[in-house]
Every structure is written in structure tokens, then in C-alpha cells.
């Protein structure tokens, strides 16, 4: 007879977890183990309230995501393309969260627990929405569906909140990018997280060409240029080298935005986030802007 299986191993090592903040919600008195792929997803859960015996990247999550803040409890089933099945057996799931994106991975997940899949992102659709009813389906499918309903409206109010904040700028045609280097930048278009956000903030998104669910495949620095009056978002993290030029970088210190005042570097937010996501951009962005010239 085993005394003192994984499970009450695990289970007693996450009951001194506790989360405070308007980040988390307050966890549900009995929680179902989930194992969970998909960072959308992932961060979800946290926000929930619910505290995950395993997900995939870990350590890069706790670079880029950071918020809701992920817990030391947590196994790590490494890559996200092709998760750690012995790490998942081990930590013995109730029920194993994907999105349509690790669907091919069904069938083998499945042999250890029940999987779960819920949609994130669809190629030239915002995703905002999409992400509501999927945070709504986890709650229901964790029954926690109250929970669910609340996260979805108090990041709704969070966002409305920040768009009040940033009135004085509606209508700003503003480019959210990343920079890849120091000639190039790929573009948050419409069906990104960050294009969706920037739109229900009530700016106007600068970059109108086509996006792949993320953001558009590298383009020239002077591409930044063509819409004069456009402010520019740049989402870390920056290449080590592009940090340390770009201050010299004489095309980059040529754009009209970088001239006028109109520029502002976030800190890391999930390209491929969830709710939370969505709302920690919103309060990035409308306290950064706030120091723009208008």
C-alpha cells in the first residue's frame, strides 16, 4: 500500500500557496489537478485562482508573462510542442487544458488523463472575445464557471478603466512592435492580443497590413515612418544588442515618433496571452502614454 503517494506529496506542497491582489482570484475550496499546455490558458488558471500541478516553459513564462505570478509548486513539462509525458504521469492530472494549436498532441496526452481543448487565437480574427468564451468554457469545465464570469468582467472593467485613462489620445494611430534587431520589427496587427487591446483603448491601430494571429514577419525600421503622426509601443524584451544601440541608432532616432516624443518601451507581455494578458497591456499602455506630448 503506498502511505504517501505523489498526489498528497504534491497537494500538501501547494497548500501553503496563497495569491493577494486584484490579479488573482480567490481560489475554489476543492480543485481539480490540471495539467495545462497552452500559456493562454496557463494564466488563466492562475487568475482563477487555481493553481496548476504542471505546465510547459516554465522559466520563460516567469520571464515574459510574470503576471498572474507563477507559483515554485508548478512541474515544469518543458516545451509546450512536445510536453514531458513521464512528468505528466507523474503529477497525475484530474485533466490535461490544450488549445486547437496542440490538438495533434491529443491522443497522447490523453493517455494519461482526459484532455481539454479550448480555442485561443483564429487567423484574422481579434481574439479578445475568443478568449472571454474559453476563460468562461475552463471555469465551467473546472466548475468554477462563477469565477469564470467574474475574471471576465473585471478584466472588461479594467480595460474600460484604462481606456478613460487614455481618452485625450483617441483616434492616435499608435504601432505596438517588438524589435527583432536593429533594423527590423515585427507589427501587432488586427488579430493579435496587443492590436485587439490597442483598438478597444480606443487608439487606431497604425499597421493595416495582414498579421498571423502574433504579429507580421520582420519589416524594415523605415516602414515606421510611412504614417508620420503614429506613436510607437516596443514590447521587451530587446536583443542585448539592440538595448544598447538603439539610443545611437541614427535610422531609428529618424522616425518622426522618436523625434516628437511619441515612443514608449514596455515590459515583456505574453504575445499569446489570455484575459490577464489583456489587462496587464491595457495598464501598460495607458500609463506610458500619459507621458506622450498631445
Request: with cysteine; net charge negative.
Given at each position: ?12 506542497s ?34 482563477l485562482?487555481i493553481?496548476?500541478v504542471?505546465?510547459s516553459?516554465?522559466r520563460?513564462?516567469r ?7 507563477m507559483?515554485?509548486t508548478?512541474?515544469?513539462l518543458?516545451?509546450r ?5 513521464e ?10 487544458v490544450?488549445s ?5 498532441q491529443?491522443?497522447?496526452l490523453?493517455?494519461v488523463a482526459?484532455?481539454?481543448s ?7 480574427t ?8 474559453s ?8 466548475a ?9 468582467s ?19 494611430p ?8 536593429s533594423r527590423h520589427?515585427?507589427?501587432?496587427g488586427?488579430d493579435?492580443?496587443?492590436?485587439d ?5 480606443g ?13 507580421a514577419?520582420?519589416v ?9 503622426d503614429?506613436?510607437i ?7 542585448a ?22 515612443v514608449?518601451?514596455l515590459?515583456?507581455v505574453?504575445h ?5 494578458s489583456?489587462r496587464?497591456f ?6 506610458a ?6
Amino acid at each position: 500500500m503506498r502511505m504517501f503517494g505523489r498526489r498528497a506529496f504534491l497537494a500538501g506542497s501547494m497548500a501553503a500557496v496563497t495569491f493577494s491582489g486584484s490579479d488573482v482570484l480567490p481560489a475554489v475550496a476543492a480543485q481539480k489537478r490540471v495539467a495545462v499546455i497552452d500559456w493562454a490558458h496557463l494564466e488563466t488558471c492562475l487568475a482563477l485562482g487555481i493553481t496548476p500541478v504542471a505546465g510547459s516553459e516554465l522559466r520563460q513564462y516567469r520571464k515574459i508573462v510574470r503576471v498572474p505570478e507563477m507559483p515554485d509548486t508548478v512541474a515544469d513539462l518543458g516545451l509546450r510542442g512536445s510536453p514531458n509525458l513521464e512528468m505528466l504521469r507523474f503529477v497525475e492530472p484530474d485533466i490535461t487544458v490544450i488549445s486547437q494549436f496542440y490538438e495533434y498532441q491529443t491522443a497522447t496526452l490523453a493517455t494519461v488523463a482526459p484532455v481539454l481543448s479550448l480555442p485561443s487565437y483564429e487567423a484574422g480574427t481579434p481574439p479578445y472575445g475568443l478568449l472571454e468564451n474559453s476563460a468562461v468554457a475552463l471555469g465551467e469545465a473546472l466548475a468554477i464557471r462563477p469565477a469564470a464570469e467574474r475574471l471576465v468582467s473585471e478584466v472588461a472593467d479594467d480595460i474600460e478603466a484604462a481606456r478613460e485613462r487614455v481618452i485625450p489620445f483617441s483616434g492616435q494611430p499608435v504601432h505596438v512592435i517588438s524589435l527583432g534587431d536593429s533594423r527590423h520589427f515585427r507589427a501587432f496587427g488586427a488579430d493579435s492580443l496587443m492590436g485587439d487591446v490597442l483598438t478597444r483603448l480606443g487608439f487606431e491601430n497604425a499597421w493595416r497590413d495582414d498579421t498571423s494571429y502574433s504579429a507580421a514577419a520582420p519589416v524594415g525600421l523605415e516602414a515606421l515612418a510611412e504614417q508620420r503622426d503614429a506613436g510607437i509601443v516596443v514590447i521587451e524584451p530587446l536583443p542585448a544588442d539592440v538595448g544598447r544601440s538603439l539610443p545611437d541608432n541614427a535610422l531609428w532616432n529618424a522616425l518622426p515618433a522618436v523625434r516628437d516624443g511619441r515612443v514608449s518601451i514596455l515590459p515583456p507581455v505574453n504575445h499569446f496571452g489570455g484575459l490577464p494578458s489583456a489587462r496587464r497591456f491595457a495598464g501598460l499602455l495607458a500609463a506610458a502614454v500619459a507621458g506622450w506630448p498631445r
